[in-house]
């Protein structure tokens, strides 16, 4: 398993590495921490130009010439704006140092490298994700500045949206959490909430973790002129709640078998506010739900479910998607 962690030296980043001890995160994985720079990308700098491609002679001393002539022209405020990216690189670079350490600290059999990077702080870390082929981004929920924030708000959503991987978004400010796990885990029937059992169910919880299954199935609207209901409206809902719950006790059964006490919650009502009311009232540590429901057109735009859990709930969220490099599913997951 793969795994980004974005840092950014704030309170909020170390208490989202804090959250990583209750994670079920394996013990054997490779890890990058990464800070980002908000700002523009570093400019090329003409001393670490490319290799001289291979030309003719002539073509050589050509392709010398007007490279000579780009740097006499490099203007004077873009070389300082150089500069200064270069100097705050360091600075990052200094800065994820301790956060190495700390993640270390939890997983001391994984593999850990780290780097900083200077870009747009969203784009900066979905980007690295997908070059360098992460299952998995973890940030924070809110950053400490303006300049110097990775994980503001708007920041952590984004990198929902646009990571083609599964996200952590880690809620701050909790204080420390310890003893059996409590997960909140949606379900619809959808395969990408099959995708969130088979995630969960492959973590290695603490002993005596806990989960929620929570399915909901759509409210029956009220009207102002009954006789716009049709009986075939009402069978319909009946047989899908019928299939959803088949479905969602066969899910339950494999979270049993994986080792977490699971309990299945069938509810009618809007699953945006199902997921968070039941989080809080448990006092849950995680909600696990997938990228997208049922009905979903684009299987990397985030759903409206997920978008609300990830912005309102008071615990972490994971946003789960299934990973690329995953085979393919399993026969329990069509039944």
Known sequence: MRILIGY????????????LRRSGLPQEAEALVVSVADMWPILPDPEHEE??????PRDARAWKEQLMAAEREVPAAVAQARAYALERLEEM????????????????????????????????????A???????????????????????GSVSLSVVNYAHCSVRVA??????????ARLVVGYDGSEYADAVIRAVGAREWPDGSEVRLVAATEPKHVTLFPFHVRHEDEEQGTQ???????RAERRAGELRTAGLATELYLKEGDPKRLLITMAEEWAADAIFIGAKGLGGFKPLVLGSVATSVVS??????????PTR????PTSSSGG
């Not at 950014?8 to 959250?19: H, N």
């Open 171 to 180: 809620r701050c400010g909790l204080g420390p959490q310890q003893g059996p």
């Open 51 to 56: 290799e001289e491609p291979r030309l003719s």
């Open 93 to 128: 670079r200094a800065q994820v140092v301790p956060a190495v350490e700390m993640v270390r600290s939890i997983y001391p059999r994984w593999k850990i490298e780290s780097r900083a990077v200077a870009d747009s702080p969203y784009w900066g870390l979905t980007k690295l």
């Open 8 to 19: 950014d030296g704030s309170d909020c980043s170390r208490e989202a590495i804090e959250t």
């Open 325 to 328: 490099r995953a085979s393919a």
């Open 240 to 246: 899908h709640e019928s299939w959803l719950r088949g």
């Open 130 to 152: 997908d070059t360098w082929g992460a299952d998995l981004v973890v940030v924070g929920s809110h950053g400490r500045s303006a300049l110097g924030r990775v994980f503001l």
């Open 312 to 321: 309102n709930a008071r615990c972490t969220v994971e946003v789960i998607r």
